[in-house]
């Protein structure tokens, strides 16, 4: 067989060549068409890969993708994650990392911790700006409950009660707590400007 193919092969013309492969590839077995495939495609270049990928069915690609990224070094999966994220908005990156999460407020504190103080506080304060005057009085509430700061006359008052109450009772010490956090803003504005980390 060999010593008929050295014969016949050197007498076709390209196109004749290509179609003869074609004809018996199609009648290989399937085991070994696939590693074929497989060999062919670790022989490719990188660019190369990419631009046979780009002629693959839009399903198929959409199928197989997620599996690849599966099987990527753990090393490149945060560069990966990275690069899927860059062209989402902001809302669609919240749902990612609240939708994927397990620990998502543990997720944020890192956030915060990678942050950094400066970052800590800006946060805080865009965090403030959004919520009414009920929910930061509940907020300076349990603060000052658990720093031991409470007015006294508030440990007597029903806790459901204790929300309206904190609004009148303990105004001096919302005030002078509001006034400290205001103070320490002042003193730690050069500290406000904060750097996002590159993890790529």
Known sequence: MGKLADQI??????????FLGLLFFNELSSNIVDDMVAQQLSMM????????????????CDG????????????????????????LDTEEKAGVVFT???NVMEVCTGVAEYGGRAFKKALIRNLMASEDSDFMDEIIFNHLKKTNRMVPELKT????????ATASSADDDFTSCEASLAEDVDKEDEEDDYEYLDFQ
């Open 100 to 102: 994927t999460s397990e």
């Open 157 to 164: 008052i029903p806790e459901h009660k204790r929300s309206t």
């Open 45 to 60: 270049s990188t660019s190369k890969l990419a631009s046979v990928m780009e002629n693959v069915d839009q399903e198929a």
């Open 9 to 18: 092969i050197p007498q076709l013309n390209h196109m004749q060549k290509n």
């Open 64 to 87: 197989v993708l997620p599996l690849l990224v599966d099987g990527v070094n753990p090393e490149l999966r945060s560069s990966i994650a990275c690069q899927l994220m860059a062209d």
